[in-house]
Protein backbone atom coordinates (compact mmCIF):
# COMPACT_ATOMS: atom_id res chain seq x y z
CA UNK A 1 0.00 0.00 0.00
CA UNK A 2 1.21 3.18 -0.77
CA UNK A 3 -0.34 6.64 -2.15
CA UNK A 4 2.27 7.30 -4.76
CA UNK A 5 1.06 6.00 -8.40
CA UNK A 6 0.11 3.37 -9.92
CA UNK A 7 1.60 3.94 -13.15
CA UNK A 8 4.10 6.78 -13.31
CA UNK A 9 3.75 7.05 -16.55
CA UNK A 10 0.87 8.59 -16.42
CA UNK A 11 1.09 10.51 -13.91
CA UNK A 12 4.48 11.97 -15.48
CA UNK A 13 2.52 12.93 -18.69
CA UNK A 14 -0.21 14.63 -16.74
CA UNK A 15 2.29 16.79 -15.12
CA UNK A 16 3.78 17.58 -18.51
CA UNK A 17 0.08 18.90 -19.72
CA UNK A 18 -0.34 20.71 -16.22
CA UNK A 19 2.90 22.80 -16.65
CA UNK A 20 2.53 23.45 -20.55
CA UNK A 21 -1.34 24.11 -19.53
CA UNK A 22 0.06 26.73 -16.79
CA UNK A 23 2.45 28.77 -18.30
CA UNK A 24 0.03 29.22 -21.55
CA UNK A 25 -2.62 30.43 -18.81
CA UNK A 26 -0.18 33.05 -17.68
CA UNK A 27 1.26 33.80 -20.85
CA UNK A 28 -2.73 34.61 -22.46
CA UNK A 29 -3.00 36.12 -18.96
CA UNK A 30 -4.03 39.16 -21.27
CA UNK A 31 -6.81 38.04 -23.62
CA UNK A 32 -9.14 36.75 -20.55
CA UNK A 33 -11.16 39.27 -18.32
CA UNK A 34 -9.65 40.52 -15.02
CA UNK A 35 -12.53 39.20 -13.35
CA UNK A 36 -15.27 37.58 -13.61
CA UNK A 37 -17.96 35.54 -10.92
CA UNK A 38 -18.05 32.11 -10.04
CA UNK A 39 -20.86 30.58 -12.10
CA UNK A 40 -23.88 28.93 -9.66
CA UNK A 41 -23.59 25.96 -11.10
CA UNK A 42 -19.88 25.83 -10.75
CA UNK A 43 -20.04 26.17 -6.84
CA UNK A 44 -22.86 23.93 -6.95
CA UNK A 45 -20.27 21.24 -8.50
CA UNK A 46 -17.72 22.31 -6.27
CA UNK A 47 -20.13 21.23 -3.51
CA UNK A 48 -19.46 17.51 -3.20
CA UNK A 49 -19.77 14.98 -0.47
CA UNK A 50 -15.95 14.28 1.05
CA UNK A 51 -14.80 11.95 -2.15
CA UNK A 52 -14.08 8.42 0.27
CA UNK A 53 -13.06 6.86 -3.00
CA UNK A 54 -10.53 8.11 -5.51
CA UNK A 55 -10.22 9.05 -8.80
CA UNK A 56 -8.07 8.80 -11.48
CA UNK A 57 -5.11 12.10 -11.41
CA UNK A 58 -6.70 13.13 -15.20
CA UNK A 59 -10.05 13.72 -13.93
CA UNK A 60 -9.37 15.51 -10.75
CA UNK A 61 -7.05 17.49 -12.90
CA UNK A 62 -10.13 18.41 -15.70
CA UNK A 63 -12.34 19.33 -12.91
CA UNK A 64 -9.72 21.94 -11.82
CA UNK A 65 -9.58 23.27 -15.55
CA UNK A 66 -13.51 23.62 -15.66
CA UNK A 67 -14.18 24.83 -12.54
CA UNK A 68 -11.17 26.36 -10.56
CA UNK A 69 -8.76 27.75 -12.97
CA UNK A 70 -11.35 30.25 -14.87
CA UNK A 71 -12.38 31.71 -12.07
CA UNK A 72 -9.58 33.33 -10.41
CA UNK A 73 -9.07 36.51 -8.40
CA UNK A 74 -7.27 38.17 -11.23
CA UNK A 75 -4.47 39.49 -9.30
CA UNK A 76 -1.86 37.80 -12.08
CA UNK A 77 -3.88 40.00 -14.99
CA UNK A 78 -2.07 43.43 -16.00
CA UNK A 79 -5.02 45.37 -15.24
CA UNK A 80 -5.33 44.17 -11.65
CA UNK A 81 -4.51 47.07 -9.22
CA UNK A 82 -6.84 46.43 -6.31
CA UNK A 83 -5.79 46.59 -2.34
CA UNK A 84 -2.06 45.29 -2.55
CA UNK A 85 -1.75 42.10 -4.54
CA UNK A 86 1.05 40.67 -6.08
CA UNK A 87 1.41 39.15 -9.95
CA UNK A 88 3.61 36.12 -9.50
CA UNK A 89 6.05 34.91 -11.91
CA UNK A 90 6.04 31.50 -13.79
CA UNK A 91 9.73 31.23 -12.17
CA UNK A 92 8.46 30.93 -8.80
CA UNK A 93 5.81 28.92 -10.22
CA UNK A 94 8.12 26.38 -11.11
CA UNK A 95 9.81 26.76 -8.13
CA UNK A 96 6.98 26.26 -6.16
CA UNK A 97 6.45 22.91 -7.40
CA UNK A 98 10.25 22.12 -6.83
CA UNK A 99 9.82 23.02 -3.12
CA UNK A 100 7.11 21.04 -3.06
CA UNK A 101 8.51 17.97 -4.86
CA UNK A 102 11.50 18.17 -2.03
CA UNK A 103 8.99 18.59 0.53
CA UNK A 104 11.73 20.12 2.70
CA UNK A 105 10.66 20.83 6.45
CA UNK A 106 12.59 24.22 7.30
CA UNK A 107 12.35 24.40 11.25
CA UNK A 108 16.48 24.16 10.75
CA UNK A 109 18.70 21.05 10.41
CA UNK A 110 21.96 20.45 8.57
CA UNK A 111 20.35 20.61 4.66
CA UNK A 112 20.71 22.43 1.56
CA UNK A 113 17.28 24.37 1.95
CA UNK A 114 17.97 25.89 5.19
CA UNK A 115 20.84 27.17 3.61
CA UNK A 116 19.33 28.34 1.22
CA UNK A 117 16.91 30.32 3.42
CA UNK A 118 19.62 31.99 5.39
CA UNK A 119 21.14 33.50 2.46
CA UNK A 120 17.99 34.39 0.95
CA UNK A 121 17.42 36.61 4.42
CA UNK A 122 21.32 37.90 4.14
CA UNK A 123 20.47 39.36 0.90
CA UNK A 124 17.40 40.86 2.07
CA UNK A 125 18.68 42.33 4.64
CA UNK A 126 21.50 43.80 2.97
CA UNK A 127 18.92 45.35 0.32
CA UNK A 128 16.83 46.80 3.21
CA UNK A 129 20.44 48.43 4.96
CA UNK A 130 20.19 46.10 7.84
CA UNK A 131 23.32 45.33 9.16
CA UNK A 132 24.92 42.14 7.74
CA UNK A 133 24.76 39.65 11.23
CA UNK A 134 20.59 40.85 11.14
CA UNK A 135 18.07 37.83 11.95
CA UNK A 136 15.10 37.25 9.73
CA UNK A 137 12.67 35.00 8.90
CA UNK A 138 10.51 33.85 6.08
CA UNK A 139 6.68 33.42 6.93
CA UNK A 140 3.35 33.76 5.33
CA UNK A 141 3.21 37.57 5.09
CA UNK A 142 3.21 40.81 6.43
CA UNK A 143 0.56 39.83 9.30
CA UNK A 144 2.87 37.74 10.26
CA UNK A 145 5.92 39.37 9.82
CA UNK A 146 4.34 42.81 11.36
CA UNK A 147 3.49 40.33 14.50
CA UNK A 148 6.76 38.77 14.68
CA UNK A 149 8.87 42.34 14.84
CA UNK A 150 6.25 43.22 17.54
CA UNK A 151 6.87 40.37 19.90
CA UNK A 152 10.64 41.01 19.97
CA UNK A 153 9.59 44.72 21.10
CA UNK A 154 7.52 43.31 23.39
CA UNK A 155 9.98 41.01 24.71
CA UNK A 156 13.03 43.63 24.57
CA UNK A 157 11.04 46.44 26.24
CA UNK A 158 8.70 45.32 29.02
CA UNK A 159 10.96 45.21 31.47
CA UNK A 160 9.69 42.16 32.83
CA UNK A 161 9.98 38.06 31.59
CA UNK A 162 7.35 38.85 29.69
CA UNK A 163 7.47 35.54 28.14
CA UNK A 164 7.27 33.18 31.49
CA UNK A 165 5.50 35.71 33.59
CA UNK A 166 2.47 37.07 30.87
CA UNK A 167 1.04 40.58 30.94
CA UNK A 168 -0.37 40.59 34.16
CA UNK A 169 3.05 40.94 35.83
CA UNK A 170 3.68 44.53 34.76
CA UNK A 171 1.70 47.75 33.81
CA UNK A 172 -0.38 48.18 30.42
CA UNK A 173 1.78 47.95 27.42
CA UNK A 174 0.93 50.23 24.68
CA UNK A 175 2.37 50.63 20.52
CA UNK A 176 1.87 53.93 19.06
CA UNK A 177 1.72 53.95 14.89
CA UNK A 178 -0.93 56.55 12.62
CA UNK A 179 -4.10 56.15 11.91
CA UNK A 180 -3.03 55.13 8.83
CA UNK A 181 -1.54 51.82 9.97
CA UNK A 182 -3.23 48.74 8.20
CA UNK A 183 -5.27 46.93 9.96
CA UNK A 184 -2.53 44.69 11.32
CA UNK A 185 -1.52 46.62 14.10
CA UNK A 186 -4.58 45.99 15.73
CA UNK A 187 -5.28 42.84 15.53
CA UNK A 188 -1.69 41.80 16.71
CA UNK A 189 -2.52 43.52 20.03
CA UNK A 190 -5.40 41.58 20.24
CA UNK A 191 -3.72 38.61 19.62
CA UNK A 192 -0.87 39.71 22.16
CA UNK A 193 -3.29 39.71 24.79
CA UNK A 194 -2.99 43.81 25.09
CA UNK A 195 -6.86 44.47 23.61
CA UNK A 196 -7.03 46.51 20.35
CA UNK A 197 -6.76 49.42 22.75
CA UNK A 198 -3.06 49.11 23.27
CA UNK A 199 -2.30 49.93 19.72
CA UNK A 200 -2.36 53.84 19.86
CA UNK A 201 -3.97 55.77 16.23
CA UNK A 202 -2.34 59.05 16.43
CA UNK A 203 -3.23 61.79 14.17
CA UNK A 204 -1.45 62.28 10.57
CA UNK A 205 -0.73 65.34 8.54
CA UNK A 206 -1.78 66.54 5.25
CA UNK A 207 0.04 63.66 3.46
CA UNK A 208 -1.16 60.96 6.03
CA UNK A 209 2.14 60.95 7.53
CA UNK A 210 2.40 60.59 11.35
CA UNK A 211 1.99 63.60 13.14
CA UNK A 212 5.40 63.54 15.28
CA UNK A 213 4.33 66.00 17.91
CA UNK A 214 1.21 64.72 18.63
CA UNK A 215 2.82 60.44 19.03
CA UNK A 216 5.08 62.42 21.52
CA UNK A 217 2.10 64.05 23.36
CA UNK A 218 0.38 60.25 23.16
CA UNK A 219 3.35 58.53 24.74
CA UNK A 220 3.99 61.67 27.46
CA UNK A 221 0.02 61.04 28.70
CA UNK A 222 0.43 57.40 28.99
CA UNK A 223 3.33 57.86 31.18
CA UNK A 224 1.91 59.91 33.26
CA UNK A 225 -1.35 57.57 33.78
CA UNK A 226 1.03 54.65 34.24
CA UNK A 227 0.94 53.28 31.24
CA UNK A 228 4.15 51.44 29.62
CA UNK A 229 5.11 51.99 25.71
CA UNK A 230 6.80 49.70 24.42
CA UNK A 231 7.10 50.60 20.59
CA UNK A 232 6.19 53.08 17.72
CA UNK A 233 5.43 51.43 14.32
CA UNK A 234 6.20 53.76 11.12
CA UNK A 235 4.96 53.25 7.82
CA UNK A 236 7.46 53.18 4.85
CA UNK A 237 3.81 53.23 1.94
CA UNK A 238 0.46 52.84 3.83
CA UNK A 239 -2.15 51.32 2.53
CA UNK A 240 -4.68 53.74 1.52
CA UNK A 241 -2.08 56.32 0.00
CA UNK A 242 1.48 54.77 -0.03
CA UNK A 243 2.23 56.95 2.41
CA UNK A 244 5.58 57.08 4.30
CA UNK A 245 6.56 58.24 7.56
CA UNK A 246 9.44 60.27 8.51
CA UNK A 247 10.98 57.46 9.63
CA UNK A 248 14.38 58.96 10.60
CA UNK A 249 12.39 61.53 12.84
CA UNK A 250 10.74 58.28 14.66
CA UNK A 251 13.64 56.40 15.13
CA UNK A 252 14.60 59.89 17.07
CA UNK A 253 11.39 59.56 19.01
CA UNK A 254 11.88 56.13 19.70
CA UNK A 255 15.36 56.56 20.88
CA UNK A 256 14.12 60.12 23.17
CA UNK A 257 11.54 57.26 25.22
CA UNK A 258 13.67 53.81 24.88
CA UNK A 259 11.40 52.09 22.32
CA UNK A 260 11.35 50.03 19.79
CA UNK A 261 11.40 51.46 16.53
CA UNK A 262 9.06 48.93 14.16
CA UNK A 263 8.58 49.86 10.40
CA UNK A 264 5.41 48.08 8.60
CA UNK A 265 6.73 48.02 4.78
CA UNK A 266 4.55 45.48 3.58
CA UNK A 267 5.02 46.68 -0.50
CA UNK A 268 6.54 50.36 0.45
CA UNK A 269 10.14 49.00 1.77
CA UNK A 270 10.23 47.37 -1.68
CA UNK A 271 10.94 50.78 -3.17
CA UNK A 272 14.85 50.72 -1.79
CA UNK A 273 15.65 48.12 -4.56
CA UNK A 274 14.55 51.10 -7.10
CA UNK A 275 15.68 54.29 -8.15
CA UNK A 276 13.20 56.11 -6.01
CA UNK A 277 15.04 54.44 -2.93
CA UNK A 278 15.05 57.93 -1.30
CA UNK A 279 11.23 57.34 -0.50
CA UNK A 280 11.67 55.11 2.41
CA UNK A 281 15.01 56.43 3.82
CA UNK A 282 15.46 55.57 6.97
CA UNK A 283 13.68 52.23 7.20
CA UNK A 284 17.34 51.16 7.70
CA UNK A 285 16.98 52.81 11.60
CA UNK A 286 14.34 50.40 12.57
CA UNK A 287 14.84 47.50 15.02
CA UNK A 288 12.68 45.71 13.28
CA UNK A 289 11.08 45.57 9.51
CA UNK A 290 8.01 43.58 7.94
CA UNK A 291 7.47 43.07 3.90
CA UNK A 292 5.98 40.86 1.57
CA UNK A 293 7.38 39.65 -1.34
CA UNK A 294 4.21 38.46 -2.66
CA UNK A 295 2.61 42.31 -3.30
CA UNK A 296 6.01 44.27 -4.90
CA UNK A 297 8.42 41.26 -5.01
CA UNK A 298 6.23 39.78 -7.71
CA UNK A 299 6.15 36.33 -6.00
CA UNK A 300 3.59 34.08 -5.57
CA UNK A 301 1.53 33.96 -2.32
CA UNK A 302 2.64 33.50 0.39
CA UNK A 303 6.02 34.77 1.61
CA UNK A 304 6.75 37.77 3.53
CA UNK A 305 9.64 38.51 5.44
CA UNK A 306 10.55 40.47 9.32
CA UNK A 307 14.12 41.26 10.00
CA UNK A 308 15.33 41.95 13.09
CA UNK A 309 18.58 44.42 13.58
CA UNK A 310 19.53 42.54 17.09
CA UNK A 311 19.23 38.63 16.45
CA UNK A 312 19.51 37.80 20.14
CA UNK A 313 16.23 40.16 20.23
CA UNK A 314 14.71 37.83 17.90
CA UNK A 315 15.81 34.83 19.32
CA UNK A 316 14.90 36.07 22.91
CA UNK A 317 11.42 36.81 22.02
CA UNK A 318 11.08 33.07 20.43
CA UNK A 319 13.60 30.55 21.06
CA UNK A 320 12.46 27.60 23.44
CA UNK A 321 13.05 27.48 26.87
CA UNK A 322 16.60 25.55 27.12
CA UNK A 323 15.06 22.23 28.10
CA UNK A 324 11.92 22.70 27.83
CA UNK A 325 11.42 19.79 24.49
CA UNK A 326 13.54 17.24 24.65
CA UNK A 327 12.22 16.18 21.57
CA UNK A 328 13.53 19.26 19.44
CA UNK A 329 17.65 19.87 21.19
CA UNK A 330 20.16 19.80 18.42
CA UNK A 331 23.13 17.37 18.69
CA UNK A 332 27.01 18.03 17.88
CA UNK A 333 26.70 16.06 14.57
CA UNK A 334 24.03 14.09 12.17
CA UNK A 335 20.71 15.93 10.79
CA UNK A 336 20.14 17.87 13.66
CA UNK A 337 23.74 19.21 14.08
CA UNK A 338 24.14 23.05 15.21
CA UNK A 339 22.70 24.91 12.59
CA UNK A 340 20.47 27.55 12.32
CA UNK A 341 17.03 27.00 13.74
CA UNK A 342 14.29 29.11 11.70
CA UNK A 343 11.83 27.97 14.63
CA UNK A 344 14.08 29.67 16.78
CA UNK A 345 12.80 33.16 15.16
CA UNK A 346 9.21 33.14 14.81
CA UNK A 347 5.97 30.96 16.25
CA UNK A 348 6.14 28.51 13.24
CA UNK A 349 7.55 24.85 14.12
CA UNK A 350 6.64 22.90 10.81
CA UNK A 351 7.75 25.39 7.64
CA UNK A 352 8.18 24.75 4.12
CA UNK A 353 10.85 26.02 1.37
CA UNK A 354 9.19 29.50 0.65
CA UNK A 355 12.68 30.34 0.52
CA UNK A 356 13.22 28.48 -2.66
CA UNK A 357 10.65 30.90 -4.67
CA UNK A 358 12.68 33.80 -3.55
CA UNK A 359 15.92 32.67 -4.19
CA UNK A 360 15.29 31.42 -7.90
CA UNK A 361 13.62 34.45 -8.59
CA UNK A 362 16.25 36.84 -7.28
CA UNK A 363 18.83 34.96 -9.34
CA UNK A 364 16.77 34.13 -12.62
CA UNK A 365 15.23 37.85 -12.99
CA UNK A 366 18.16 39.67 -11.13
CA UNK A 367 17.47 42.63 -8.35
CA UNK A 368 18.87 44.82 -10.60
CA UNK A 369 15.63 44.00 -13.14
CA UNK A 370 12.78 43.88 -9.86
CA UNK A 371 14.16 46.94 -9.15
CA UNK A 372 13.33 48.64 -12.63
CA UNK A 373 9.89 46.73 -12.40
CA UNK A 374 9.72 48.49 -9.26
CA UNK A 375 10.72 51.85 -10.76
CA UNK A 376 7.98 51.37 -13.62
CA UNK A 377 5.21 51.03 -11.66
CA UNK A 378 6.20 54.04 -9.83
CA UNK A 379 6.39 55.77 -12.95
CA UNK A 380 2.81 54.34 -14.15
CA UNK A 381 1.22 56.22 -10.81
CA UNK A 382 2.42 59.31 -11.26
CA UNK A 383 1.61 58.49 -15.25
CA UNK A 384 -1.87 57.88 -13.97
CA UNK A 385 -2.20 60.75 -12.04
CA UNK A 386 -1.86 63.32 -14.45
CA UNK A 387 -4.09 61.98 -16.39
CA UNK A 388 -6.48 62.14 -13.72
CA UNK A 389 -5.58 66.03 -13.03
CA UNK A 390 -5.11 66.32 -17.63
CA UNK A 391 -8.91 64.67 -17.56
CA UNK A 392 -12.26 67.03 -17.59
CA UNK A 393 -14.17 64.79 -14.87
CA UNK A 394 -11.94 63.03 -13.04
CA UNK A 395 -10.50 64.77 -9.39
CA UNK A 396 -7.17 63.27 -7.68
CA UNK A 397 -8.13 62.86 -3.80
CA UNK A 398 -4.15 62.11 -2.44
CA UNK A 399 -1.07 63.20 -3.13
CA UNK A 400 0.69 60.30 -4.88
CA UNK A 401 3.31 59.40 -2.18
CA UNK A 402 4.88 56.45 -4.03
CA UNK A 403 2.52 53.53 -6.24
CA UNK A 404 -1.06 53.91 -5.48
CA UNK A 405 -3.64 56.53 -6.93
CA UNK A 406 -6.89 57.58 -5.77
CA UNK A 407 -9.31 59.73 -7.63
CA UNK A 408 -12.78 59.89 -8.56
CA UNK A 409 -15.13 60.52 -11.20
CA UNK A 410 -16.76 64.30 -10.40
CA UNK A 411 -19.27 64.97 -13.61
CA UNK A 412 -20.80 68.44 -12.08
CA UNK A 413 -20.93 70.36 -8.75
CA UNK A 414 -23.06 67.44 -6.41
CA UNK A 415 -22.57 66.33 -3.13
CA UNK A 416 -19.63 64.04 -1.64
CA UNK A 417 -22.91 61.31 -0.45
CA UNK A 418 -24.06 61.17 -4.17
CA UNK A 419 -20.66 61.30 -5.47
CA UNK A 420 -19.71 58.37 -3.12
CA UNK A 421 -22.67 56.28 -5.20
CA UNK A 422 -21.77 57.69 -8.41
CA UNK A 423 -18.43 56.01 -8.16
CA UNK A 424 -18.83 52.79 -5.88
CA UNK A 425 -21.19 52.21 -9.28
CA UNK A 426 -18.69 53.25 -11.40
CA UNK A 427 -15.96 51.21 -9.89
CA UNK A 428 -18.32 48.20 -9.48
CA UNK A 429 -19.26 48.49 -13.70
CA UNK A 430 -15.02 48.40 -14.31
CA UNK A 431 -14.68 45.12 -12.30
CA UNK A 432 -18.19 43.42 -13.63
CA UNK A 433 -17.89 44.56 -17.09
CA UNK A 434 -13.90 43.21 -16.71
CA UNK A 435 -12.23 45.77 -17.77
CA UNK A 436 -9.97 46.24 -14.74
CA UNK A 437 -10.02 45.72 -10.91
CA UNK A 438 -9.16 48.78 -9.10
CA UNK A 439 -10.15 48.35 -5.29
CA UNK A 440 -12.07 51.34 -2.86
CA UNK A 441 -11.20 53.06 -0.27
CA UNK A 442 -12.56 56.64 1.84
CA UNK A 443 -10.30 59.54 2.21
CA UNK A 444 -12.38 62.09 4.59
CA UNK A 445 -15.36 60.92 4.18
CA UNK A 446 -15.53 60.69 -0.16
CA UNK A 447 -14.87 57.43 -2.13
CA UNK A 448 -11.90 56.64 -4.03
CA UNK A 449 -11.22 54.42 -6.69
CA UNK A 450 -8.00 53.25 -5.69
CA UNK A 451 -5.26 52.25 -7.88
CA UNK A 452 -2.27 50.50 -6.48
CA UNK A 453 0.12 49.40 -9.04
CA UNK A 454 2.26 46.57 -7.93
CA UNK A 455 1.69 44.84 -10.92
CA UNK A 456 4.59 43.85 -13.28
CA UNK A 457 2.37 43.45 -16.63
CA UNK A 458 0.96 46.76 -16.68
CA UNK A 459 1.56 48.78 -19.84
CA UNK A 460 1.14 52.44 -20.04
CA UNK A 461 -2.10 51.61 -22.58
CA UNK A 462 -3.64 49.56 -19.41
CA UNK A 463 -3.86 53.07 -17.12
CA UNK A 464 -5.56 54.83 -20.73
CA UNK A 465 -8.05 51.92 -20.75
CA UNK A 466 -8.74 52.37 -16.99
CA UNK A 467 -9.08 56.35 -17.19
CA UNK A 468 -10.97 56.21 -20.58
CA UNK A 469 -13.32 53.46 -18.85
CA UNK A 470 -14.18 55.36 -15.90
CA UNK A 471 -14.83 58.62 -18.11
CA UNK A 472 -17.14 56.48 -20.14
CA UNK A 473 -18.86 54.61 -17.33
CA UNK A 474 -18.91 57.95 -15.63
CA UNK A 475 -20.80 59.60 -18.22
CA UNK A 476 -23.17 56.29 -18.57
CA UNK A 477 -24.53 56.20 -14.95
CA UNK A 478 -24.40 59.97 -14.29
CA UNK A 479 -27.36 60.29 -15.88
CA UNK A 480 -28.89 57.32 -13.68
CA UNK A 481 -27.70 59.03 -10.59
CA UNK A 482 -29.36 62.20 -11.97
CA UNK A 483 -25.92 64.15 -11.65
CA UNK A 484 -25.63 64.68 -15.94
C1 LIG B 1 -0.81 43.98 2.87
C2 LIG B 1 -0.36 44.81 3.99
C3 LIG B 1 -0.20 44.27 5.26
C4 LIG B 1 -0.59 42.85 5.58
O1 LIG B 1 0.20 41.94 4.85
P1 LIG B 1 -0.37 40.50 4.47
O2 LIG B 1 0.70 39.93 3.61
O3 LIG B 1 -1.65 40.74 3.72
O4 LIG B 1 -0.60 39.76 5.73
C5 LIG B 1 0.30 45.10 6.26
N1 LIG B 1 0.61 46.37 6.00
C6 LIG B 1 0.45 46.94 4.78
C7 LIG B 1 0.85 48.36 4.58
C8 LIG B 1 -0.03 46.16 3.73
O5 LIG B 1 -0.16 46.72 2.52
Same mark, same amino acid.
Given at each position: ??????????????????????????????????????????????????????????????????????????????????????????????????????????????????????????????????????????????????????????????????????????????????????????????????????????????????????????????????????????????????????????????????????????? *??????? $???? /?? !?? &??? =?? @?? #?????????????? *??????? $???? /?? !?? &??? =?? @?? #???????????????????????????????????????????????????????????????????????????????????????????????????????????????????????????????????????????????????????????????
Amino acid at each position: MTLDPQDWAAVRATGHRMVDDMLHWQQTVRERAPWQPVPEEVKRRIDEPVPYAGMPLDQVYDAFLRDVLPYPTGNIHPRFWGWVMGTGSPTAMLAEMLAAGMNAHLAGYDQSASLIEKQVVAWLAQLMGFPADASGLLVSGGTAANLNGLLAARVAKAGWDIREEGLHAGPPLVVYGSCETHSWAGKACETMGMGRKAFRKVAVDGHYRLDLAACRAAILADLAEGRRPIAIIGNAGTVNTAAVDDLPAIRALADEFGLWFHVDGAF *GSLAAWS $ASRA /LV !AG &QDL =AD @SI #AFDLHKWGYLPYEV *GVVLTRD $AGAQ /LA !AF &QSA =AG @SA #AYLQSSSAGISADTTYFSDRGIQLSRGFRALKVWMAMKEQGVGRIGAMIQLNIDQAHYLARRVEAADHLELLAPVAMNIVCFRYVPGPATDAALNALNQAILTELQVRGVAVPSQTMLEGRFAIRVCVTNHRSDWADFDALTDAVLAIGAELAAAHQLA
